[in-house]
Antibody, heavy 119, light 107 residues
């Protein structure tokens, strides 16, 4: 059973960079797409982007200028960086695995981590 | 981007009743629609993919239908653990988008 766990600071100052890591256990990160999705009261569930095990990425155009994702196969981890954050980036951030057979659906999710943007 | 509109916002039902949830897309998404269940403090749980296919381990009382712009999630014979928020999500066009959810609450 694949398990995902997000980690990173719960508080980020405005204009700084949000950095989160997702550790995958119970399976290899190889040959799947790995996603970041956030949830806020204001915007609901919002897909941020995804990264393949090879490092190939796709980002939501609304966030593309501020997002970078990376993968570390040796640690079975993938990461999210979001620069120049504002209060609008306050949300619960989830990492999620994309299903192998059906691109664009998410079969395993992390528990989520709340990131608050505040000075 | 494709906007998914879910209705009703809240559905008040009793255990044993049938729940019918709607998701309407602002443009056609073929059958590329999924459903998720979320309980308070938990991550969404994958229920249905490609409009009508149950994910692994999902009980048969959950069923999905529809194509194009109109989709339905039906929960027959509601169990106590089914009271939650349900989201639809499309994978037809970038960026993938979610609806705002329907809360199924105990009447």
């Amino acid at each position: 059973q694949v398990q995902l766990q997000e980690s990173g600071p719960g508080l980020v100052k405005p204009s700084e960079t949000l950095s989160l890591t997702c550790t995958v256990s119970g399976g290899s990160i190889n040959s799947y797409y790995w996603n970041w999705i956030r949830q806020s009261a204001g915007k609901g569930l919002e897909w941020i982007g995804r990264i393949y095990s090879s490092g190939s990425t796709n980002y939501n155009p609304s966030l593309k200028s501020r997002v970078t994702m990376s993968v570390d196969m040796s640690k079975n981890q993938f990461s999210l960086m979001l620069i120049s954050v504002t209060a609008a980036d306050t949300a619960v951030y989830y990492c999620a695995k994309e299903t192998g057979g059906t691109t664009g659906t998410f079969d395993y999710w992390g528990q989520g981590t709340l990131v608050t943007v505040s000075s | 981007e494709i906007v998914l509109t879910q209705s009703p916002v809240t559905l008040s039902l009793s255990p044993g009743e049938r729940a019918t949830l709607s998701c309407r897309a602002s443009q056609g998404v073929s059958s590329h629609l999924a459903w998720y269940q979320q309980k308070p403090g938990q991550a969404p749980r994958f229920l249905i993919y490609d409009a009508s296919n149950r994910a692994s381990g999902i009980p048969a009382r959950f069923s999905g239908s529809g194509s194009g712009t109109d989709f339905t999630l039906t929960i027959s014979d509601l169990e106590p653990e089914d009271f939650a928020v349900y989201y639809c999500q499309q994978r037809s066009n970038w960026p993938w988008t979610f609806g705002r959810g329907t809360k199924v609450e105990i009447k």
